[in-house]
């Protein structure tokens, strides 16, 4: 079965530092999104990108985030100057619009 | 706007008795629903999905949930619990009309434990 790959699984980074999350979404599918939860707190949405272009973000989403489909696989999401409340875990998810979402296994940004 | 309510944080089950997750939406549409689980340090995984086809939806592992559109509900649950249950069950709403790509909104969890 087709599969969202999200790496790294962990990483570990100093606060003010920039962070490149990486996900390769499912080949066939058209819309891709971001998702974070931070320790037990809800699944937020962030960003969802369509066409080469931001969907819709959440007020979350500040100029500190960017996200980039640089080469038509890979899906990435850039925190330029990290926080400590930036530590979370990052999901990214894909889908056809049709039969639901899919989600990568995540990457767990711990920020110190 | 759209929005659920998980109503349990825990939910407690020995094995092999019912599980029942519930879950109440609110929709200004007719809403996509979804449960997803999240077993520990491991993605979200579709356990079953709800789009205004049948009201009693099948989902893998024995799971499934019905539509109540006069309660605005959406329970998960299965008959037999397994120790391999345990794990955080979110349910969850699709923002919008068309629900097919629309963001996801996720309710707080609920987390199940299964005792032998």
């Known amino acids: 079965e087709p599969e969202v790959t999200q790496t790294p699984s962990h990483q570990v980074t100093q606060m003010g530092q920039e962070v490149i999350l990486r996900c390769v979404p499912i080949?066939?599918?058209?819309?891709f999104y971001w998702y974070r939860q931070i320790l037990g707190q809800k699944v937020e949405f962030l960003v969802s990108?369509?066409?080469?272009?931001?969907?819709?973000k959440s007020e979350i989403f500040d100029d500190q985030f960017s996200v980039e489909r640089p080469d038509g696989s890979n899906f990435t999401l850039k925190i330029r100057s990290t926080k400590l409340e930036d530590s979370a875990m990052y999901f990214c998810?894909?889908?056809?619009?049709?039969?639901?979402?899919?989600f990568g296994s995540g990457t767990r940004l711990t920020v110190v | 706007a759209q929005s659920v309510t998980q109503l349990d944080s825990h939910v407690s089950v020995s094995e092999g008795t019912p599980v029942l997750l519930r879950c109440n939406y609110s929709?200004?549409?007719?809403?996509?629903l979804f449960w997803y689980v999240q077993h520990p340090n491991k993605g979200l995984q579709l356990l079953l999905k709800?789009?205004?086809?049948?009201?009693l939806v099948k989902g893998i592992n024995g799971f499934e949930a019905e539509f109540k559109k006069s309660e605005t509900s959406f329970h998960l649950t299965k008959p037999s619990a397994h120790m391999s249950d345990a794990a955080e069950y979110f349910c969850?709403?699709?923002?919008?009309?068309?629900?097919?790509?629309?963001?996801?909104?996720f309710g707080a969890g609920t987390r199940l434990a299964v005792h032998p």
């Open positions: 990108f369509y066409n080469n272009e931001i969907s819709e």
């Open positions: 998810a894909s889908t056809t619009g049709l039969y639901g979402y899919t």
């Open positions: 080949s066939n599918h058209l819309y």
């Open positions: 709800y789009t205004s086809a049948a009201t």
């Open positions: 969850v709403v699709s923002d919008g009309i068309s629900g097919g790509y629309n963001k996801l909104i």
């Open positions: 929709s200004s549409y007719s809403p996509s």
